[in-house]
């Protein structure tokens, strides 16, 4: 019996302990930190006032083009692009930009640009480009 008790008092103790050693790493009541969240604006609603601003841009993708010696072009519903140049085109080993991207909802981050009154955003590396999955409705 006598020595049961001494585990639990040093089992006891070992969990009074751990939270406070934990707590000096991330704070008494704090979680680990997370990614940051960042501001997506609608494909639709980039102006020509935000030319030159470095912006993350969320819309769904109609259409994929690889545009000879240019790279290639994601068409937006609201007109609006994305361009990969073929001097990055590297940067996507094992990923077919046509196959990825191409009817899937996007998040691209980069700088606005604005050429012909066309306003794009250049993409210079695949993480600039996220994925979004949708959320699937469950039927009752």
């Known amino acids: 019996m006598r020595l049961r008790t001494r585990y639990a008092a040093a089992a006891a103790f070992?969990?009074?302990?751990?939270?406070?050693?934990?707590?000096?790493?991330?704070?008494?009541?704090?979680?680990?930190?997370?990614?940051?969240?960042?501001?997506?604006?609608?494909?639709?609603?980039?102006?020509a006032a935000q030319v030159g601003e470095e912006?993350?841009?969320?819309?769904?993708?109609?259409?994929?083009?690889?545009?000879?010696?240019?790279?290639?072009?994601?068409?937006?519903?609201?007109?609006?692009?994305?361009?990969?140049?073929?001097?990055?085109?590297?940067?996507?080993?094992?990923?077919?930009?046509m196959k990825r991207y191409k009817g899937r909802s996007l998040q691209v981050t980069g700088e606005i640009m604005e050429e012909n009154e066309q306003l794009f955003i250049g993409v210079t590396d695949p993480d600039q480009m996220k994925v979004i999955q949708r959320q699937r409705r469950r039927r009752r």
Do not use: K, N, Y
């Not at 934990?22 to 980039?46: I, N």
């Open 55 to 97: 912006l993350t841009v969320g819309g769904r993708a109609l259409d994929v083009r690889r545009i000879q010696g240019s790279g290639f072009q994601i068409t937006f519903l609201s007109g609006f692009l994305a361009l990969i140049p073929e001097s990055h085109m590297h940067l996507w080993t094992g990923v077919d930009p």
């Open 14 to 47: 070992a969990l009074l302990i751990a939270p406070v050693g934990q707590s000096s790493q991330w704070g008494l009541a704090q979680a680990p930190p997370d990614e940051q969240e960042v501001e997506v604006v609608a494909v639709g609603d980039v102006t």
